[in-house]
Every structure is written in structure tokens, then in C-alpha cells.
């Protein structure tokens, strides 16, 4: 097999996903397939990069412009093969407000929302929910542009951080225990916790050193485990999203889940939740990558 490695962009994920592409490269080598990586500016120029002699894109993108669609789509009008989920699924489940949508029509839990359309520099829009709830972007990644509201006064920090957007979730917040699922094919990783050193885990929390932790298989019992799990692999199918994924979920003090979001390429570097939750199930990082690699070809077959 012969792997475009396509990483880099033009997301505010940009390193982000530099970091996930020297993982991966790091696998391909172990897994002695030959490859190009390439570090672009522009998520669409991948087309440029493409020869006939490479058999797929393995996307190490993360963001808006690598997950939103629009380079699947472009990827796909080429015929160029991709890992991953394909245009409509990463559509569908980079909205919020969409990917919610199905999660309620299909029964899986998630909070009470609102998307509310946004002017930048002008105060923001007034929600019918009431305080604390949770303000982001329908359409980042990463717990970008996340505020969290308790009270009135955090509205002043949450025009400033979640004000730079224009479509906006307000979202009831739900307090409790932070997890998430990783699900590859037919595979659901172990459930890894998040113990994150903000009250949400957000962008800080996620990428400074040592600000947070994680337990993986987390401590739950087995049938709440597998209601999770099993939620886990709904909201994919909700989204139709094909090939691997990472779904995140709060769990309140009752132990109800409550599905928050899918990641359709979410990190991949080697200590990142998909594969931690990998390695807890048995598989190396380089095995991983190449089950996603062989599931993604199998689309195309």
C-alpha cells in the first residue's frame, strides 16, 4: 500500500493535527508501507498532491476545513480514496445543531439547545434557557470558542471568547462526569475518563501538559459501560458516520449519559483519547492506523 499522509491546513487546529501527522508517520514506518507526508496550508491541495501510483489519503486534518466536509467532497469529486467518514456524515456531524438533531430523533440523550445566529461585535443573542449553560460554535472543533455560564457575570468573558463566531449552541450545561467512546468499524474502544483541570475540557485542557488526566477503562460498572458503548455506536449510525470515530458524552450524578458530539478525525497522536481507548481494547497505534487505513479501502472496493 502506498499512503498519502495530508496534514496541517488552515484550522485554528493546525498544530493540532502537525502532531497527529508525526504520529502517524511514525506508524506507516513501522508498518513498512511507503508514503508521502505533506504539510499543507490549504486543506483542498491535496488534489495537488495526488499521483496515481498512492492508494489513499490517510486525512490527518483536524478542524473545520479537514472535517466539515467540504475536503471530502472535493477528495471525492477527484476520485482520490480517503480514510474516514465521508462528505454527508462529516457534514453531519461536524454541526452541532444537525448531529444533535439526529441524536434526538433517534433517541440518543443530549442536552436541551439553541442555535442562535450571531453578529460579531454586538452583545450576544438572548437564549430561552436558563442559566448554567454552555456557549460554542456550532461549527469548530477542538472546544474552540467554548464558554461555560454560571451566572450573569460570565456572559462579559463568553461575548469575548464565544462572540468571535456566528453560529452559536447555547446549550444546558450538565454537570457530572466527562467520557468518551472511540468505535472502529464494528470494534467500541473501552470508555476513557477525562479528569480535565478546567470545569469542561476545553482547549487549554486539552492540549497544555499535565492539565488533565485520564483513566481508561474508566471507572464505571459493566451495564452502564455497555449502555454507553452501545449509545456510543447509535449516535455513528445516527450520523452515518462510516469507518471510526470518537463520540464524546457528560454523565450527571444520576449516571445518565448525555451524548455532547462525534469527532469524525479527532487527534491521533499516541497518548490522544481514540488512541488510549485503541490500546486499552489491544491495539497497538500502529495497528490502529492501518485498521483504519484497510476499513477506509474497503469503501472503495
Given at each position: 500500500m502506498k499512503v498519502l499522509l495530508a496534514g496541517g491546513g488552515s484550522s485554528h487546529e493546525r498544530?493540532?493535527?502537525?502532531?497527529?501527522?508525526v504520529a502517524m508517520e511514525r506508524a506507516l514506518q513501522e508498518l513498512g508501507y511507503s508514503y508521502k507526508r505533506v504539510n499543507l496550508g490549504n486543506e483542498l491541495d491535496v488534489t495537488h498532491e495526488?499521483?496515481?501510483?498512492?492508494?489513499?489519503?490517510?486525512?490527518g486534518f483536524h478542524g473545520r476545513a479537514g472535517e466539515d466536509g467540504l475536503l471530502q467532497a472535493t477528495l471525492e469529486a477527484n476520485n482520490i480514496p480517503f480514510t474516514g467518514a465521508?462528505?454527508?456524515?462529516?457534514?453531519?456531524?461536524?454541526?452541532?445543531?444537525?448531529?444533535?438533531?439526529?441524536?434526538?430523533?433517534?433517541?440518543?440523550p443530549t442536552a436541551e439547545w439553541e442555535l442562535l445566529l450571531h453578529e460579531r461585535g454586538r452583545d450576544l443573542p438572548e437564549t430561552q434557557l436558563q442559566l448554567p449553560y454552555v456557549i460554542k460554535p456550532d461549527n469548530e472543533g477542538s472546544?474552540?470558542?467554548?464558554?461555560?455560564?454560571?451566572?450573569?457575570?460570565?456572559l462579559v468573558e463568553a461575548r469575548q471568547v464565544s462572540g468571535a463566531f456566528t453560529r452559536l449552541i447555547f446549550e444546558r450545561f450538565i454537570p457530572g462526569r466527562e467520557l468518551t467512546v472511540g468505535v472502529l468499524g464494528d470494534q467500541v474502544f473501552?470508555?476513557?475518563?477525562?479528569?480535565?483541570?478546567h470545569e469542561l475540557y476545553d482547549y487549554e485542557s486539552k492540549y497544555t501538559k499535565g492539565m488533565s488526566n485520564y483513566k481508561c477503562p474508566a471507572d464505571l460498572d459493566d451495564a452502564l459501560t455497555q449502555s454507553i458503548q452501545a449509545l456510543a455506536v447509535k449516535a455513528m449510525s445516527s450520523a452515518g458516520v462510516q469507518v471510526y470515530g470518537r463520540v464524546?458524552?457528560?454523565?450527571?450524578?444520576?449516571?445518565?449519559?448525555?451524548?455532547?458530539?462525534?469527532?469524525?478525525?479527532p487527534g491521533m497522536t499516541e497518548t490522544s483519547l481514540?488512541?488510549?481507548?485503541?490500546?486499552?481494547?489491544?491495539?497497538?497505534?500502529p495497528q490502529l492506523i492501518d485498521q483504519i487505513l484497510k476499513l477506509s479501502l474497503k469503501k472503495y472496493s
Open positions: 498544530e493540532v493535527s502537525l502532531n497527529s501527522t495526488w499521483e496515481d501510483s498512492f492508494d489513499i489519503v490517510l486525512l465521508g462528505v454527508a456524515d462529516s457534514l453531519l456531524a461536524f454541526s452541532k445543531d444537525a448531529s444533535k438533531r439526529q441524536f434526538k430523533k433517534c433517541g440518543i472546544t474552540i470558542g467554548l464558554s461555560v455560564c454560571e451566572k450573569p457575570e460570565d473501552p470508555i476513557v475518563e477525562i479528569f480535565p483541570g464524546d458524552f457528560r454523565l450527571d450524578p444520576e449516571n445518565k449519559p448525555w451524548c455532547l458530539e462525534i469527532n469524525t478525525l481514540l488512541p488510549m481507548g485503541a490500546a486499552a481494547y489491544g491495539l497497538s497505534f
